[in-house]
């Protein structure tokens, strides 16, 4: 969750936006037009990073597919406000190979370049007879109760989401399930790790170690990074999360991402502390 900011209603929706239970409509040769769930906290004109990062790891996901290879890294860059509205999508190959390629998206907005990600693809292979984890499951949807993250939050993506926060939550640490009901694309298919991907930059914001707003502080993250060990299935995201502040304006926001099964990698954002 990358920003902070006054509270925003249902009702003020910017002109541009696309209409629909969906965060994108697509608008062919990868150009998209976002809708109010898509929505910033920061300011109301702006897309929020996490569907905006699920959008660039579908078009990742499609672009020159490779059998047997999958996406193992995903690295985001936030280069500056991502403009509410039309975008568009590019894609390349970097570095192709038979094993390991590296490939890359930018997220252009009236003219500018908002968001660059690069995503190594891996060759996979049978490894199940050494398969094994460290990081520890967490409480099921069932042991946790709903939480409304727009008593904390503001802006159209937020109001969107489901949420649940399991016991022991507190400021700088906590565990929520998080859900949405609306498809990334219109009338379009994501894989399930695309959706879930989609959701992970909300780890920002789900354990704020101070309240967001105008008298306090604003810690917005300017990157993503995901390492995924085990491609997640569903629609449910669990983030296991910490905050850190360092003492100089920096801090750094940490999760373990779970899928119903268990956990399948983690998440890093780093911070910039700035008085609001």
Known sequence: MAQTGPDIGWDDVPPGLAVGDF?????????????IHAQGAWNPHEQHMAPASGLMAHALA?????PGLR?????YEILGLIHGGE????TSTVRPGKT???VQAELSAKGRV????SAWRLVTSDSSGVAALEDAPIPGLDA???WDGSSVWPGGYIRALEMYRAPGHRPGRGTVWIRTPHRLIDRVESPDWVRLVGLA???NGIAARVPPGPDGWAFPNVDLQLHLYREPRGDLLGVENRVTFGSDGIGLTSSVLHDVTGPFGRSEQILTLRRA
Do not use: F, K, M, Q
């Open 23 to 35: 965060y994108y409509e697509d608008l062919g040769g990868g150009r998209y037009r976002s809708t």
């Open 201 to 203: 930059d909300t780890a």
């Open 87 to 90: 975008c568009e999508v590019t």
């Open 144 to 146: 946790c109760e709903r």
């Open 62 to 66: 499609h672009h020159a597919p490779r």
């Open 100 to 102: 390991i390629e590296l």
């Open 114 to 117: 908002a968001i660059r990600a």
């Open 71 to 75: 996406i193992a890294r995903l690295s």
